[in-house]
């Protein structure tokens, strides 16, 4: 893309800037410590559910066996820290984290419980950080063998004051772990963590009599274009491999570098110039994904040598959905930013899924 003047540039930048601050500000952080490797399951579990960030907090000094001698280090540990909390001398060291609780608006701890309390290791993270949370949304998820969790609960509303505390903490013990998908997923969905609605949304790109298939991407751009849509726009020719539109409003942007563009990309440019790639090659530019097309066969052809007008349009399943809304009996919702329409009693994603 050459098109665009330095002046013009800077002020794509200054808003990009602007989008992704605003992008960051949404943000969920998962901030875990798992020493067997319950923790970390229910993390994995977790990020299959929601996006999120992860960071891992390790201790400084490796290879201690915490349950040796009867759970013995452990014990001294968690000791030392009760004897002395204000102190962050009382702490074991931890490897620095890289990650700024600052970038976010939910952080969720996930721990293991030591003798009634929360792990030490957890605890010289929260010492750091703690006060940083204030004022944000955290949660927190405890696995234990077999010990109720108000221990934990204790030093967590301790080590993280003011914070705006999510009213229910998971908890996960030996005896519910083989239901901790299901577990899990209750809680995101009590509080809205979920993105399951937010899947990647299939769309119809129409060039011509052709239609071909796409699919947005699972991310804010893909979810802010396809509030677009149906969206029918000229697309301009450039240098034989792609089309390009400039659109009224800006989209939020997560800039990369792809390198090689496939033909089929859908890619924002800037924050509001959609490009449609229809041939392979290397690129030093920098794009964020808005989404790609399924299937390429006769995509160029279709898309011929000069401007072309291209509709982009979700794909709609139900067909009886329509003619219900204009009937008036259909309801239109909104949740997540996301829109859900309301037939028959039954509940529709805009693909016409039905969701519940
Ligand atoms: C030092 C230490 C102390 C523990 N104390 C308890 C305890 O008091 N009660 C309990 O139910 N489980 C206790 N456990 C077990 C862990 O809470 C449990 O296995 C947890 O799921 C481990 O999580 P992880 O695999 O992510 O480390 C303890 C484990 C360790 C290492």
Known sequence: MKHIDTHMKR??????????SAAASSKTLVAYYSYTGNARAIVTELTNQISADVVEIQPAEKGLHYEANNYAIGTQLLNAIKAAPNDASS???IDPVSVSVSDYSTVIIVTPLWWSQMAAIMQ????QVGSQLAG????LIVT???????????DWKRLVPNANYLSENLWINNSNRSSMPTL????VETYGLDQTDNTAMPINVIVGNKTFSATLADSETGRAFAQLLPMTVTMNELNGNEKYHYLDSSLPTDSYHPGTIQAGDLMLYGNNCVVLFYETFSSSYSYTRIGSIDNLSGLAEALG???????FEKTTTTENLTPALSQGDGGKFLRNGQVYIQYNGQMYNVQGKQIQ
């Open 184 to 187: 899990v997923a209750n809680w």
């Open 144 to 154: 234990s063998a077999s010990s109720s969790i108000s221990g934990v609960v204790a």
């Open 305 to 311: 040598s000069g401007s072309i007008s291209v509709r």
């Open 91 to 93: 702490y074991p060291a």
């Open 136 to 139: 944000k949304q955290v949660g």
């Open 11 to 20: 002020i794509l930048f200054f808003l990009a800037a602007v989008c992704l």
């Open 124 to 127: 010289s993270y929260l010492f």
